[in-house]
C-alpha cells in the first residue's frame, strides 16, 4: 500500500488478478517483484556497494514501506544488456559506461576522502555527486566518459526509469499500471475512470480512502 496520503487505501497490484490486467501484463510486473531476489551479476564486489550507495542518493526512499530495489533493477537490466535504441555517441555502451561509472565514483572517493562512495556519509557523497554532475572530476579512472554526461544521461534517466517501472512506484503516484487491455475511456481534464485512484484533498482522506478501497 503507498504510504502517500494522496491516495491512501490504494494499491496497484490489487488489480493483478481482475480484468484490468491480462496474462501478458501480470507476467512483466512480476518479473519486477521478483527484483529483490536478484543476485548481482554485473555490478559485482565493490560495484555492487557503490551501486546501492548511489541509489539511496539519487532516490531516497522512506522507511515506513519497502524499499523499490533499484540496484537489483538496474543489474537485472545490464545482465540483459537492454539499451536504448540510442545513446550519445560520447558514452560507451550501457554496461560499459555502468561499470566505467561505478568504478569512477569509487576511484574519485578514495581520492578526496581516503575511502570507497560506499562508505562515505550522506554529506560527503552527495558533494561528491555535485562534482560529477558539473563535470569537477578528472580521475582518470573515468577513461574519457565525461562524467557530467554519465550523471545526465545514464544515471539519473536509468534510475528514475527504474524506479518508476515498479508497482511500488505506481501505488505511491497513483498510477494504474499498464492500460492492457482495459484502456481508459475519460480522457477529459481531471476525470477518472472507476479503476483509477481518487487524489485525496485536504480533509478528503477519509473519503478518498474509502473510495480507492474498491479501485480494481
Not at 490486467?21 to 560495484?47: C, F, M, N, S, Y
Amino acid at each position: 500500500m503507498s504510504a502517500d496520503t494522496r491516495y491512501r487505501g490504494y494499491d496497484v497490484l490489487d488489480k493483478r488478478d481482475t480484468p484490468s490486467w491480462d496474462a501478458v501484463t501480470r507476467a512483466v510486473i512480476d518479473e519486477r517483484l521478483t527484483a529483490a531476489d536478484h543476485l548481482p551479476q554485473v555490478a559485482t564486489g565493490a560495484a555492487w556497494r557503490v551501486l546501492r550507495a548511489l541509489c539511496t542518493c539519487i532516490v531516497p526512499q522512506p522507511a515506513d514501506r519497502p524499499a523499490v530495489p533499484l540496484a537489483a533493477l538496474l543489474d537485472r537490466r545490464l545482465a540483459a544488456n537492454r539499451g536504448d535504441g540510442f545513446r550519445d555517441a560520447r558514452l560507451p555502451p550501457l554496461r560499459e559506461a555502468w561499470r566505467i561509472g561505478l568504478d569512477a565514483l569509487d576511484a574519485e572517493s578514495r581520492h578526496g576522502h581516503g575511502r570507497g562512495f560506499a562508505d562515505l556519509d550522506d554529506e560527503a557523497r552527495i558533494d561528491l555527486l555535485h562534482r560529477v554532475q558539473h563535470g569537477a572530476c578528472a580521475d582518470p579512472a573515468w577513461r574519457g566518459m565525461p562524467p557530467a554526461l554519465f550523471f545526465s544521461h545514464r544515471v539519473l534517466p536509468d534510475l528514475l526509469s527504474a524506479y518508476y517501472a515498479h508497482p511500488q512506484a505506481w501505488s505511491e503516484i497513483g498510477f494504474g499500471g499498464p492500460a492492457n487491455p482495459r484502456g481508459y475511456v475519460r480522457m477529459v481534464a481531471n476525470r477518472r475512470d472507476p479503476w483509477e485512484p481518487v487524489e485525496a484533498r485536504p480533509g478528503e482522506e477519509a473519503r478518498a480512502y474509502r473510495e480507492n478501497r474498491r479501485v480494481r
